[in-house]
């Protein structure tokens, strides 16, 4: 078989290497006709643009190797391959050959860092971290080029390849670090060495995996090991673990703790705040400095977090000012929070969209949002909810407790799908129970046949509880009006 030409990437894309610098960063063989530079970098031949690279992952279900020949054939420049797959492929493929490609990913990762003049913000945290990575973006990118993990890209594949993306030619760069085991954080932060290290929260998030929720904030608290020397440690003030972490930043070497919260103690403070249906207004002192601004996604918790994200933006030297108005712009990353219109029978109802993930905290938080959702003037309040996973023993104390936050919240109606939402079901008022069911797929339907004009709906549950596909049901069956309409519910 012979291989097409290598892809020239697009003239208007600017490189993001030259094959020779990653050659040498990931010390790999060079086979088969290569370009000159790749414009990015790509692990899904599904995806791939041209002029990028393909990097053959080997994952828990697929082994990017497989995906070579497609991922050529769909404009890959070149693809980076592992010595023991070298002799599946033509000799006139381009590759880079490696040893182990996630580990020459990471090599890449390190080259990106040691070239990169960017100041760089890590976020880890139980609760928030991706909605506090995408307002970095936002507040940052008013300052100057920034550059951003895509979606939820935090874990030992997925941070080396947000960094080895990073553009020699960025400002700022933001990157978030997840785990659900004590360790996984260390190594990934030696890579991203932060000038600014924000810890969102500590939360029982990952309790299966953990002896208490101290071991959460002491595995959080790696974050602090990777800061660059004079780095900065952004910790929440209002969190019970904030003195522990606060030790752990000390342990690590870190002199310089910035807090945040409603804490009088703060030095990133919340004074005042009113939230509104689609945002909030908040009144704060960052760092000394004064700050009215307004946030253009619902809810305390986001509220709570632009305290850290303009403090980070202070301490990296962005422009405050700059950075607090393009908050305004901040929204709801896709399946935390996004608001779709549902065209009924008899006008318009409101679909919250939660269903990317959910633990006992962000939970609260989103009943907490759909108390303030608008509704028409027979609407109810609807929560669709599913199984929260990876929490140990404690999971039907845990979800039967949720029970408090849908009466605090004037929720009229709960939807439950699960083994473990059955606590909750067990534990509600009559009166407000719409439904259960064992999984997703069998609810379902009852929720289909229960929405009516006027109704506010927010669909939430972990990812393993599949509950995207009611979300989509919904929009399928509804959909939204015409942008031309005028976007009155009830």
């Known amino acids: 078989m012979t291989m097409p030409p290598a892809s020239t990437p697009p003239a208007s894309s600017p490189p993001l290497w030259t094959t020779g610098d990653m050659a040498a960063a990931m010390a790999a063989e060079t086979s088969g006709p290569l370009p000159d530079h790749v414009v990015g970098l790509s692990i899904d031949s599904r995806t791939v643009s041209a002029g990028e690279a393909f990097f053959a992952i080997v994952g828990d279900r697929l082994d990017g190797h497989d995906y070579v020949t497609k991922a050529l054939a769909n404009g890959a420049a070149l693809a980076v391959v592992s010595q023991a797959r070298r002799s599946e492929f033509p000799a006139d493929a381009p590759l880079l050959v490696v040893p182990d490609v996630l580990e020459a990913l990471r090599g890449l990762a390190r080259a990106a860092r040691a ?166 207004t908040v009144e704060a002192s960052i760092l000394g400095t004064l700050v009215d601004y307004r946030i253009g996604a619902p809810g305390r918790h986001f509220v709570l977090n632009s305290l850290a994200v303009l403090a980070a933006a202070s301490l990296v030297g962005a422009d405050l000012a700059l950075a607090a108005l393009a908050l305004a712009g901040q929204r709801p990353a896709a399946g935390r929070g996004t608001r779709i219109d549902l065209t009924m029978p008899g006008g318009r109802a409101l679909l919250i969209d939660e269903s990317y993930n959910a633990n006992p905290t962000s939970m609260r938080a989103a009943l907490a949002v759909l108390g303030q959702a608008p509704i028409g003037a027979r609407g109810r309040r609807i929560a669709v909810l599913g199984d929260m996973l990876e929490l140990g023993a404690a999971a039907t104390t845990l979800h039967a407790e949720l029970a408090e936050a849908v009466v605090a919240h004037d929720v009229d109606v709960v939807f439950c799908a699960g083994p473990l939402m059955r606590s909750l079901w067990d534990a509600l008022p009559p009166e407000r129970r719409g439904g259960w069911a064992g999984n997703s797929e069998e609810l379902e339907p009852l929720v289909l046949a229960s929405i009516n004009a006027g109704d506010a709906v927010m669909v939430k549950g972990s990812l393993g509880s599949r509950m995207g596909p009611i979300v989509k049901a919904l929009a399928r069956r509804h959909p939204a009006p015409a942008a031309a309409d005028t976007p009155v519910r009830g």
């Open 115 to 280: 070239r990169s003049p960017a100041k760089v913000v890590a976020v880890t945290g139980s609760v928030g971290k991706t909605s506090t990575k995408e307002a970095l973006r936002v507040a940052l990118r008013a300052d100057g080029e920034t550059h951003a993990s895509t979606a939820s890209f935090n874990n030992h594949w997925g941070v080396p390849l947000s960094l080895a993306r990073l553009p020699e030619t960025a400002r700022y760069a933001v990157f978030e670090i997840g785990m659900n085991h004590a360790g996984e954080i260390t190594p990934l932060v030696a890579m991203v060495r932060p000038h600014v290290a924000i810890v969102t929260t500590v939360e029982p998030v990952h309790l299966e995996f953990f002896p208490d929720i101290t071991g959460i904030a002491d595995a959080k608290a790696e974050i602090f090991t990777g800061l660059v020397p004079g780095g900065t440690a952004v910790i929440n003030h209002d969190n019970p673990h904030f003195a522990r972490l606060e030790r752990r930043a000390a342990q690590a070497g870190v002199q310089h703790i910035v807090s945040f919260g409603e804490h009088p103690k703060a030095d990133a403070r919340l004074m005042k705040y009113a939230l509104q249906e689609d945002g909030s």
